[in-house]
């Protein structure tokens, strides 16, 4: 998953949508719930200063 973006509402990588939230993407994209740490630490400057609030439409870059 090195330096991929992954774009809303894109079959091949859907990591922003409506119900999401960062532990399900890092679920879903690296196996473990744990590394959601790890991809808001990445899009701090996307996400902002809490990472409770993600939104759909947000381009993340996952390097996990």
Not at 32 to 41: D, F, K, L, P, T
Request: with cysteine; aromatic share 8%; hydrophobic share 35%.
């Amino acid at each position: 998953l090195e330096g991929r973006y992954f774009t809303p509402h894109v079959k091949s990588g859907d990591a922003v949508k409506k119900g999401d939230c960062l532990s399900m993407i890092a679920k879903n994209l690296t196996g473990s719930s744990a590394n959601w740490r790890a991809i808001y630490n990445q899009n701090k400057g996307v996400i902002g200063g809490n990472p409770n609030l993600i939104y759909p439409g947000q381009n993340l870059v996952i390097n996990v």
